[in-house]
């Protein structure tokens, strides 16, 4: 399975069980932005962060390789969807003032989508990045997920994943680096089968799932159910996240 079939897969499942991205995170861009304009949000999947772009840009374009993702997105009168690879796309020299790629620059061929960066970002224009790490419930939870779902599926990630495991350490922005000092992070209170459907989005459980024939996370929500107490009682949830931004030159 390689990776435009993973996230292809059961598209459906990301506009439902994907946590939403904090708001906080969006206002921080647009005020590190000259203008508000125009954004670009490149694989955008289901559209969550082209839905956050647009409460502080005129209009967004977003793109996703996945047809089959782009027919699961979230519609906005402010933006506009279409299928496009990252590296390759139908827009205008210098037409926006944002660019922003969430969770999926580790799948890139970042050398060709830089250029084509360079070629649509106006003047001072951003270049923003993001991720996040494994999420955190309680301790007794993150154990018994990660003997039970994390181990097994662990040589089922593919080789970009590593990049962003790596929290972006080593991806180098194509503009001069913004010195981020502001913590972001997702939270959102969740029941079992929240918690269960966001790790069946998973590429790499879905990987396990094709090549051996069973669910992987099954094996997980039987261990959760004997120490979630009732199944139906939420949780905090959160996500540390990691951001990288550069500024286009003038």
């Not at 047809?67 to 827009?91: D, G, L, M, R, W």
């Not at 039987?222 to 905090?236: A, H, S």
């Amino acid at each position: 399975m390689n990776n435009i079939q993973s996230f292809s897969l059961n598209s459906e499942q990301y506009a439902k069980h994907r946590p939403q991205y904090p708001g906080e995170l969006f206002l921080y861009l647009s005020e590190i932005c000259e203008h508000c304009d125009r954004a670009w949000d490149c694989a955008t999947g289901n559209g969550q962060a082209a839905i956050s772009c647009a409460e502080f840009f005129s209009h967004i374009e977003a793109t996703d390789l996945s047809v089959e993702q782009i027919q699961n997105c979230i519609t906005h009168p402010k933006i506009n969807y279409s299928v496009s690879p990252a590296e390759h796309t139908p827009f205008e020299n210098q037409s926006f003032d944002l660019v922003t790629v969430a969770l999926a620059i580790h799948w890139f061929d970042q050398e060709k989508f830089f250029q084509e960066v360079e070629r649509v970002l106006k003047p001072k224009g951003i270049l923003a990045v993001w991720g996040y790490g494994r999420l955190e419930i309680e301790p007794e939870i993150d154990e018994v997920t990660t003997k039970n779902l994390l181990e097994p599926i662990d040589r089922f990630w593919a080789s970009g994943n590593h990049q962003l495991r790596n929290r972006y350490r080593d991806l180098v922005l194509p503009f001069d680096e913004i010195n981020i000092q502001n913590n972001f992070s997702m939270k959102v209170e969740w029941n079992l089968e929240q918690l269960l459907g966001y790790y069946r989005t998973w590429s790499a459980v879905k990987r396990y799932s094709v090549e051996l024939g069973n669910d992987p996370v099954e094996q997980l929500e039987l261990k959760l159910k004997t120490i979630w107490n009732e199944p139906d009682t939420t949780k905090l949830v959160q996500w540390p996240l990691f951001l990288k931004a550069s500024r286009k030159s003038a």
